[in-house]
């Protein structure tokens, strides 16, 4: 079976792998500190493409930020992502193709193949982590939009500038709806600013009705942004995934998203592509671009 070679850009670690055509990885998951400036990440990235170059057909990267529709250029990004990235031409950095796509397109693309929405040609995956992403399946197709930036969860929740995003607006989804907005909400009910994520769950866990009122306020703000996407894309489901996506009561979600839709039911599921979503939806998706090319 033919294989790629997979790299999946963290903000703390740069994983990469041999991935087959069935979305499996086939080889030991190298791992690498990612390094602080772009520079240097795109030097690791050369190192890591020209020592597995000739065992693969192609190299697929993972990354945060926008990317175009070519799949090679970061064309937009958040305060993730260091200055001067987004000038790199990634199909430049290997003798074979490359292909890059937005980490929560890759991770949608992984839940579609083989995760939680496998045989929905219709779905929405949400990953929720410091920040929250998005990637939008219509028809079968990961939705690109006319730059290729579609699906970034920058919509607005109020205007009444009460809370700074990382894209430099205010009162994103994602500033709600992430863990860093879980802990901002902690703050404001308990007003401890050290308060943490991990302080929140756990307070939940041993029942501690303040804590319990900050996670149900932060699960609102979540099921809010469902009703929307579930209205505009009438999917057959919506994943939520990522470090956070786990902590979410996706029964009590999907009945109150049910309770407010237009459309008829959707589901709302855990994911279950693993924590190496990212590097399995880009080889998948690039598997899917370029077969594509070869046939035309
Ligand atoms: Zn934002």
């Not at 994602?174 to 943490?196: M, P, Q, V």
Request: aromatic share 8%.
């Amino acid at each position: 079976m033919k294989k790629a070679l997979s790299i999946d850009i963290g903000g703390t670690k740069i994983y990469a792998a041999y991935v087959n055509e069935a979305g499996e990885i086939v080889s030991d998951i190298e791992k690498h500190a990612t390094p602080k400036t772009s520079e240097e990440i795109i030097e690791k990235l050369k190192e890591i493409i020209a020592n597995h170059e000739k065992e693969v057909e192609f190299s697929a990267i993972s990354t945060a930020g926008g990317v175009n529709k070519e799949n090679t250029k970061v064309i937009c990004s958040t305060a993730n992502l260091p200055f001067g990235y987004p000038k790199t031409d990634f199909s430049a950095l290997s003798n074979k193709p490359v292909f890059v796509e937005n980490d929560a397109n890759c991770a949608a693309w992984a839940e579609y193949k083989i995760g939680s929405a496998k045989g929905y040609d219709n779905n929405i995956t949400l990953t929720l982590g410091t920040g929250v992403g998005g990637g939008i399946i219509v028809d079968g197709k990961l939705l690109k939009g006319k730059s290729g930036v579609a699906g970034e969860m920058h919509f607005k929740m109020s205007m009444d500038k009460k809370r700074h995003c990382s894209c430099g607006a205010y009162d994103c989804f994602e500033i709600y709806a992430s863990g860093n907005g879980l802990r901002i909400t902690g703050i404001e009910l308990t007003g401890n600013k050290d308060i943490t994520t991990y302080d929140i769950i756990e307070g939940v866990d041993k029942g501690d009705s303040t804590m319990l009122r900050v996670y149900n306020i932060w699960q609102n703000y979540i099921i809010a942004g469902l009703i929307g996407l579930a209205d505009i894309f009438d999917p057959d489901c919506i994943v939520l995934s990522g470090s956070m996506g786990k902590f979410c009561d996706v029964e009590y979600m999907q009945e109150l998203v049910n309770d407010e839709i237009v459309t008829l039911p959707t589901k709302i599921l855990h994911a279950t592509s693993g924590n190496y979503a990212g590097m399995i939806g880009a080889a998948l998706l690039g598997f899917e671009k370029f077969s594509q090319a070869c046939s035309k």
